[in-house]
């Protein structure tokens, strides 16, 4: 289902929410997948005790997951060209996240329209996790 | 991190879509993925992080064998700060954290491909930082080859040593 160029313009936003009370068992999953075992997002003994942490906390690179799954769902699968993130604030367990795509601009590329988005996933207090940008393919 | 053999799997990629909460069928039902336009499973955007599980000297996976920094018995269960680790991978208070992440896709990844990635260090800086104190940037570009030696991702990671824990608003 990708988008045409047509059906949008500068200014949209887009977003879905990409998790709902994250959960600790989710985030040992994203470990296991990723390989990132570092002990601050899973090991609450060792989070707390010897890193100095409140909790432990997500992977940022699983907000970047989460968010690109927004895209994906949004733009269409194996639309993407381009795709960046800064991780600006922790992500804790229990966090709701809504991913939003501001589109900046439509543009032609190789023979194609292109969109650049900007990114932004906020928690439930409205806080923003990560921020970034992202570029897709669009139909004609 | 380099990695010279991380062939992608079809199963390594349906886990990994589950761990990220994402139900799309074009990561897991091959019928499902013939009929979309990539035309076959292909994984993930951030999928190819997941390297890390192919790179035999990540600091940040239990080694067997070897003394593991998380908790066992104690709080940590080994005496020794992981210093031999790179910096971006070292965990503890004032600690590595992942600060930026970016990917350029010149085509997405599908199983079977066979991947290795080269690695440079990119650009360092230095800030102050509202809540960790002095921050320590350092850039490292990471370019993914596929079997047939083309270049299929580049990926840029900024990791960023912190003096202390990231406090909380």
Redesign the interface.
Known sequence: M?VKASSIKVGDVHEEV??NDLSRT?IV??A?????????HT?E??AT??????TAFA????T???T??M???WL???R????????V??VFPGDTLTAKATVKEIRQENGGPVVDLELSTVNQEG?EVVTGQASARLDP | MPVERFPVEAG?IM??A?????A?Q?YYDENYAKG???GGI?A???FV?????FDPD?G???KIGQK????GAN??GSNVPPVDEPEQ?R???G?G?????????HR?LKPGDVLRSVSRPGESWEREGRRAGKLIFSESITEYYDQNNELVITA?SVGVRTE???Q??
């Open positions: 990708p990409v998790c989710q999953q994203y296991g997948t990723s390989g990132d075992y570092n002990p601050l090991d003994v060792f005790k010897i890193a100095g942490y409140p992977h940022g690179m699983l970047m997951g989460m690109g799954k895209l994906t769902n269409g699968d194996g993407l060209t381009k795709f960046g993130v800064r991780f604030s922790q806080k | 390594h886990l990994f589950r761990s990220v909460g994402d799309n074009i979309t336009e990539p292909i993930p955007p951030t992080q997941a390297s890390a599980q990540y940040l996976r239990p593991w920094f998380g908790s709080p940590t991978q965990a503890g208070g600690s954290l992942h600060a930026e992440q970016h990917y350029e896709y997405h840029r202390r824990p990231v909380q608003d």
